[in-house]
T-cell receptor, first 116, second 111 residues
Framework: AQKITQTQPGMFVQEKEAVTLDCTYD???????LFWYKQPSSGEMIFLIYQGSYDEQNATEGRYSLNFQKARKSANLVISASQLGDSAMYFC?????????????FGSGTRLSIRP | DAMVIQNPRYQVTQFGKPVTLSCSQT?????MYWYQQKSSQAPKLLFH???????NEADTPDNFQSRRPNTSFCFLDIRSPGLGDAAMYLCATSDQRGPQHFGDGTRLSIL
């Protein structure tokens, strides 16, 4: 069964510093997708970045990058030059296989707080 | 803009009184999901549809039902809400490989 683990319940970071949010996963499938979402206090879930299991290069989207280490089954999110607006809950998620029964499960989340 | 819309944004119901939450999408995605999220917790998948195929999570209470009459609409029915069902309910859509697109959620309160 698939499983996502986020070991950092909360983090405090100084504005403009880089921050790494940890995510490890467990799956027996060779084909899977990894996602990161941001959830501000207003409640909406915002898709940030995606990494496919067969992608050779780490995904990047603006200030977000995904440090994908397949052998270690980790998919850490790196936010460069953090901003006050980055304060939110961050969820790592995984879709196992690309079948009609595929579903996306979430880790427990990390609450990131940016200090001015 | 293509999007996922949930109505209402806030719903208040009485203990034991049936309630229906709705979700619509203009993305033409074939997969639709319902999640329950309680404060500071991860979203918990209740069920999802791939086209008309319904997939229920093993630990979803029987109290929760869903309908998907067509590609665009999906409903969550709570037959007899209890105090423990107070939560944010999130609807999401995706195609078979891509990320999920979420609505803004419906916050359900039980009196």
């Amino acid at each position: 069964a698939q499983k996502i683990t986020q070991t950092q319940p909360g983090m405090f970071v100084q504005e403009k510093e880089a921050v790494t949010l940890d995510c490890t996963y467990d799956t027996s499938d060779q084909s899977y997708g990894l996602f990161w979402y941001k959830q501000p206090s207003s409640g909406e879930m915002i898709f940030l970045i995606y990494q496919g299991s067969y992608d050779e290069q780490n995904a990047t989207e603006g200030r977000y990058s995904l440090n994908f280490q397949k052998a270690r089954k980790s998919a850490n999110l790196v936010i460069s030059a953090s901003q006050l607006g980055d304060s939110a809950m961050y969820f790592c998620a995984m879709r196992e296989a690309y079948s009609s029964a595929s579903k996306i499960i979430f880790g427990s989340g990390t609450r990131l707080s940016i200090r001015p | 803009d293509a999007m996922v819309i949930q109505n209402p944004r806030y719903q208040v119901t009485q203990f034991g009184k049936p309630v229906t939450l709705s979700c619509s999408q203009t993305l033409n995605h074939n997969v639709m999901y319902w999640y329950q999220q309680k404060s500071s917790q991860a979203p918990k998948l209740l069920f999802h549809y791939y086209d008309k195929d319904f997939n229920n999570e093993a630990d979803t209470p029987d109290n929760f039902q869903s309908r998907r009459p067509n590609t665009s609409f999906c409903f969550l029915d709570i037959r007899s809400p209890g105090l423990g069902d107070a939560a944010m309910y999130l609807c999401a859509t995706s195609d078979q490989r891509g990320p999920q697109h979420f609505g803004d959620g419906t916050r359900l309160s039980i009196l």
